[in-house]
């Protein structure tokens, strides 16, 4: 623990004589928080727990105001090469996971790399690391671990991650999908049955599936989080046509080239 630097709290010496002592606050006290890291010399990680507690005056669902205030978290860590890492909890929302953390998409976008760490919905005591955004490079393979104690004294006991060897191949996605109550996993899996079926004889127009879907009794949210589960991306495939849902590895058409080639005369 020598080597963790703990800031909870500031003096604020506004008013020099009445200084208050305060939350520390990321939009008022960059300039603590830079002062740490070069009293400190060494310090390589930067973790903000949860990162919304140190955020007050910011709205934390307005893309300006979020992305000003990690501009400048970013120049700093720039400055000092200290990495920086946010946490915060996912939203009540039924999205894929990218669309799950909480506030603005800003936080999304500013980051490397996007983190989901969540219970396996078989093994409860297995908690798995999975990426949601990486622009560092492919990585769509993930980790898991297990929380095991471990006793340090006659009377302190903590806990420390044991990483599992395995490589995890379930995506973010599917794995908080694992999660829905059991109607909305079975309304989910009906979705991705639907659209193996009806895009394995060809790609569709997004408004036909749509008719399709709800015709026989499946909503198009369920539809919408089996698409994002089967990585299904629409295209629109000239401009005046409309937009359509390929499986894939499908190549989408190209309207300049060879109508004989096109995967929607296949």
């Known amino acids: 623990m020598t080597n963790v630097i703990s800031i909870k709290t500031v003096e604020d010496m506004s008013q020099p004589e009445r200084p208050i002592v305060r939350r520390f606050n990321l939009q008022r006290d960059m300039h603590v928080l830079e002062a740490a890291i070069v009293e400190h010399a060494g310090v390589s990680l ?23 205030l990690l501009a400048s978290l970013s120049d700093i860590a720039e400055r000092h090469g200290v990495a920086v890492v946010a946490i915060t909890h996912p939203n009540k929302g ?5 669309d799950r953390v909480t506030g603005s998409g800003a936080f999304v976008a500013a980051a490397r790399a996007v983190y989901l760490v969540c219970r396996d919905r ?4 297995l908690r798995l690391f999975l990426p949601v955004k990486m622009n560092m490079g492919k990585d ?10 471990v006793e340090l004294s006659v009377d302190i006991n903590a806990p420390r991650l044991v990483w599992q060897p395995d490589i995890v191949a379930i995506s973010a996605d ?19 049955a639907f659209l193996q079926e009806a895009l394995g004889q060809g790609p569709q127009l997004t408004k036909d599936l749509k008719a399709d879907a709800t015709g026989m009794g499946i909503s198009w ?3 919408r989080r089996a698409q994002k589960l089967l ?26 080239e060879d109508v004989q080639n096109s995967p929607l005369q296949n």
């Open 94 to 98: 039924s999205g894929s996971a990218i």
């Open 174 to 192: 599917e794995a908080l999908a694992a999660h829905l109550n059991p109607s909305a996993r079975q309304a989910v899996d009906e979705a991705k």
């Open 140 to 149: 769509s393979l993930g980790l898991s671990f297990r929380i095991e104690e």
């Open 221 to 223: 949210a369920s539809v």
């Open 122 to 125: 078989d093994d409860p005591e």
């Open 46 to 68: 930067l973790l903000i727990d949860p990162i919304s507690e140190y955020m007050q005056g910011v709205d934390s669902h307005s893309n300006a105001q979020v992305r000003e």
């Open 231 to 256: 990585n299904i991306k629409p295209a629109k495939v000239d401009f005046q046509g409309g937009w359509m849902w390929f499986m894939p590895g499908v190549e989408v058409f190209d309207p300049d």
